[in-house]
């Protein structure tokens, strides 16, 4: 990578986008895939047949030899079977080929992959279809096709496929509502998301030599360093040259394989930092989150660092989160959550803004869930991250609106200027609304909502199923509503008022992290649901079950196999980590802490042999060790019959619950008794590097 390279010319160079489409398909061809596109239906075997050709002598150029069908599982991850482009020609020569059948279709080993039981065992296969609404591209010497992945039965297997189903359905119920207002041109709405994603980058070697962050992901123990974030220097500061480095490079992989990565930053922990694109669509969002997860794996390495995606690498410093920015966009470049100029661009605004305040609440156990998952069980509800209880934040202006439409009384803003609400004139509502509440897990950012509770691991496909899920649902509601009266105006306002009125307890600006909104959040009959295992039931819970169902969605057996594979996952993990902190317990802090043990006994021997000398400290430091490592070699003899106790994984919700509350539970235990033995220690004898070792490696 040279000083002069064009990064217009870079962006986008490993992607089949549509200037290549343009470009290389015949005009027949071209037009037939956009009108495929336009009008969500599949493509005909002889259209597949011309596009895959191009496409591979388009990969071909760029260095390309295998392709593979890229889709994302259950497991969260994407995951790819690589071909090689190779077919015999006779006479022991090949020719270079990829056929419309293997553009458009692939055969996966659907065992391999989480199913929830969807699969049954004597039908193992599943299949891959090309999503051609994100474009293909080439790394590694590899056209990646994203795909779709489902059984050979037709159910869900993946992330995508209730993603790009949502989208469809969000469409069509944004085009009635923007009919009723008159709005002839817009022929499509589509969400529109930008991912913050936050990471830790660390050391290599300071990695290398703790298992648990190496099959973890996280420090299963850790004292707390003597300087943590306090001084907020870390924040927005000057970035290192080893970081630097590694963040320009990552910028230029993105920007080859078409992904907008705009910002990039520091974050508030030590070695925390933070990339974020230019939003898109919500399916290239996806595919693109997900690239950009692995590449900052990939790049790191290549600079002997390491990308901690784990949501709460390190006990009792911030977590790491992802920010989805999630709007709705016209595909004539309207905005649907900004604040208009006329009463009329207001109301249907408000009109908007009332069908997503209305469906978070209402489904606000679902968004809970799907945000759920063991590493983020350790962040939501710290003191960092925004707390497990779902409320909305809109800011002092769009606060007072509402208030002012519940009580039906006049708006007075700011400079005291007097609105009328009435039933024709709706409020001119402030553009800019620059209040920010960093407490809040959703909060409404002057055109966008930007939802906080999700891990930064995760895949970004759930929450955005749900948001236009739900919001499809409540613009469903009214357009029927809306549809059939007589008096349009006259409708939307009570309709508005209505709302705003039955679900004013999910708006909430005060500070989320405090002891007195718990309080208040269970007064207004709010959700507090702590844990993965305690959400994981809103999966099955009929209201969620007929909401999905109803739009086509997911199906019921869909939604029972996400509940099983999420409870399985949880207990899965729980019993990695348990048996890797025994493992690092037993084979190396204990016998350190009983080596140091020995040598403080030495001392103590010695040192009465001589009458002068006292031994005061020796003796409480031997004490209280060996109180700890008592302790400490108590509880992993507790956690070996947890273990051996425990119900097979997957053994639902009550198996779940077993894992939480005697293995995790367990766990939690032993972390503190390793992570206060850490701390007096002498640092000669302790085996692993510290939080300051790993954290201010780089
Ligand atoms: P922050 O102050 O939270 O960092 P930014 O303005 O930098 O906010 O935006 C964060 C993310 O939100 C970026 O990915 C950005 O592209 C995205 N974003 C901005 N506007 C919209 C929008 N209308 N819809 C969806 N995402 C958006
Ligand atoms: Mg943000």
């Known amino acids: 990578m040279n000083k002069t390279t064009n990064i217009p010319e870079l962006f986008g160079s490993m992607v089949f986008n549509d200037e290549q489409m343009r470009q290389r398909l015949d005009e027949k061809t071209y037009t037939a895939l956009q009108q495929c596109l336009v009008q969500g239906i599949s493509l005909d075997r002889a259209l597949a047949t011309q596009i895959a050709a191009v496409m591979k002598d388009w990969a071909i150029e760029k260095g390309a030899t295998h392709y593979t069908h890229w889709f994302q599982p259950m497991t969260g991850f994407t995951a790819e079977k690589h071909d090689s482009f190779i077919a015999p020609a006779g006479k022991g020569k090949i020719i270079m080929e990829l056929s419309g059948k293997e553009l458009s279709r692939g055969e996966a080993d659907a065992s391999s992959f989480p199913s929830g039981g969807l699969r049954a065992t004597f039908e193992a296969r599943g299949y891959t279809a090309w999503d051609p609404t994100s474009y293909a591209f080439v790394k590694d010497k590899t056209l990646y096709i994203p795909t779709i992945f489902c059984s050979y039965s037709g159910d869900t297997l993946d992330k995508k496929t209730p993603l790009l189903r949502s989208m469809r359905l969000l469409d069509?119920?944004?085009?009635?509502?923007?009919?009723?207002?008159?709005?002839?041109?817009?022929?499509?709405?589509?969400?529109?998301?930008?991912?913050?994603?936050?990471?830790?980058?660390?050391?290599?070697?300071?990695?290398?030599?703790?298992?648990?962050?190496?099959?973890?992901?996280?420090?299963?123990?850790?004292?707390?360093?003597?300087?943590?974030?306090?001084?907020?220097?870390?924040?927005?500061?000057?970035?290192?040259?080893?970081?630097?480095?590694?963040?320009?490079?990552?910028?230029?992989?993105?920007?080859?394989?078409?992904?907008?990565?705009?910002?990039?930053?520091?974050?508030?922990?030590?070695?925390?930092?933070?990339?974020?694109?230019?939003?898109?669509?919500?399916?290239?969002?996806?595919?693109?989150?997900?690239?950009?997860?692995?590449?900052?794996?990939?790049?790191?390495?290549?600079?002997?660092?390491?990308?901690?995606?784990?949501?709460?690498?390190?006990?009792?410093?911030?977590?790491?989160?992802k920010h989805n920015n999630w709007s709705l966009a016209t595909n004539t470049g309207e905005n649907l959550l900004k604040p208009g100029q006329t009463p009329s661009q207001n109301a249907q605004f408000l009109l908007f803004l009332a069908a997503f305040i209305k469906g978070v609440d209402e489904y606000q156990e679902m968004l809970r869930c799907c945000v759920s998952y063991p590493g983020n069980d350790h962040r939501l509800g710290g003191y960092e991250a925004p707390p497990a209880i779902v409320s909305i934040f809109l800011g002092a202006e769009l606060t007072a609106i509402l208030e002012s439409i519940i009580a039906g009384r006049d708006y007075v803003d700011i400079s005291k200027r007097k609105l009328e609400i009435g039933v024709d004139t709706l409020p001119e509502i402030p553009q800019d609304t620059t209040d920010r509440n960093r407490t809040s897990p959703l909060a409404f950012t002057g055109n966008k909502f930007?939802?906080?509770?999700?891990?930064?691991?995760?895949?970004?496909?759930?929450?955005?199923?749900?948001?236009?899920?739900?919001?499809?649902?409540?613009?469903?509601?009214?357009?029927?509503?809306?549809?059939?009266?007589?008096?349009?105006?006259?409708?939307?306002?009570?309709?508005?008022?209505?709302?705003?009125?039955?679900?004013?307890?999910?708006?909430?600006?005060?500070?989320?992290?405090?002891?007195?909104?718990i309080e208040e959040a269970k007064r207004r009959g709010l959700a507090n649901l702590r844990d993965t295992v305690d959400c994981m039931p809103a999966y099955i819970d009929p209201k969620n079950v007929e909401l999905?169902?109803?739009?086509?969605?997911?199906?019921?057996?869909?939604?029972?196999?996400?509940?099983?594979?999420?409870?399985?996952?949880?207990?899965?993990?729980?019993?990695?980590?348990?048996?890797?902190?025994?493992?690092?317990?037993?084979?190396?802090?204990?016998?350190?802490?009983?080596?140091?043990?020995?040598?403080?006994?030495?001392?103590?021997?010695?040192?009465?042999?001589?009458?002068?000398?006292?031994?005061?400290?020796?003796?409480?430091?031997?004490?209280?060790?060996?109180?700890?490592?008592?302790?400490?070699?108590?509880?992993?003899?507790?956690?070996?019959?947890?273990?051996?106790?425990?119900?097979?994984?997957?053994?639902?919700?009550?198996?779940?619950?077993?894992?939480?509350?005697?293995?995790?539970?367990?766990?939690?235990?032993?972390?503190?008794?390793?992570?206060?033995?850490?701390?007096?220690?002498?640092?000669?004898?302790?085996?692993?590097?510290?939080?300051?070792?790993?954290?201010?490696?780089?």
């Open 172 to 321: 069509r119920e944004c085009i009635r509502i923007l009919r009723l207002f008159g709005n002839t041109e817009a022929t499509h709405v589509i969400p529109q998301v930008g991912p913050e994603q936050e990471y830790f980058l660390i050391d290599k070697e300071a990695y290398r030599r703790r298992e648990d962050l190496k099959f973890c992901g996280r420090t299963l123990f850790g004292a707390k360093p003597p300087k943590g974030q306090e001084l907020d220097d870390h924040y927005y500061g000057a970035i290192k040259p080893r970081v630097a480095a590694f963040m320009h490079e990552l910028d230029h992989e993105l920007w080859k394989v078409g992904v907008l990565a705009k910002t990039e930053h520091n974050e508030a922990a030590p070695a925390q930092h933070e990339i974020a694109p230019i939003y898109t669509d919500a399916n290239t969002a996806c595919d693109h989150n997900q690239l950009t997860m692995e590449l900052l794996k990939r790049v790191a390495d290549r600079h002997g660092l390491v990308c901690l995606l784990h949501e709460k690498p390190f006990d009792g410093v911030n977590g790491s989160g």
């Open 450 to 517: 930007e939802f906080r509770m999700l891990g930064s691991s995760q895949s970004i496909a759930s929450p955005n199923v749900v948001f236009n899920t739900i919001m499809a649902e409540e613009l469903g509601r009214f357009a029927d509503r809306l549809e059939r009266s007589e008096n349009f105006r006259e409708e939307l306002a009570a309709l508005l008022h209505e709302t705003f009125k039955a679900h004013q307890r999910i708006i909430f600006d005060g500070n989320g992290y405090g002891e007195a909104w």
């Open 548 to 698: 999905f169902t109803k739009h086509g969605i997911l199906t019921k057996a869909e939604m029972h196999a996400r509940y099983e594979i999420h409870l399985e996952n949880y207990c899965k993990v729980t019993t990695i980590e348990s048996n890797t902190l025994l493992d690092m317990v037993q084979r190396e802090i204990l016998p350190a802490v009983l080596r140091y043990s020995d040598e403080l006994a030495g001392t103590i021997l010695r040192k009465r042999k001589t009458t002068v000398a006292s031994c005061v400290a020796e003796e409480k430091l031997l004490a209280h060790i060996s109180a700890l490592s008592d302790r400490l070699y108590e509880l992993c003899a507790q956690m070996k019959v947890h273990l051996a106790g425990a119900p097979a994984v997957d053994g639902g919700i009550e198996a779940a619950r077993y894992y939480r509350d005697k293995v995790f539970a367990c766990q939690s235990d032993m972390r503190r008794v390793v992570s206060e033995l850490e701390s007096c220690t002498s640092a000669a004898h302790w085996p692993y590097p510290t939080y300051a070792d790993i954290l201010f490696s780089v």
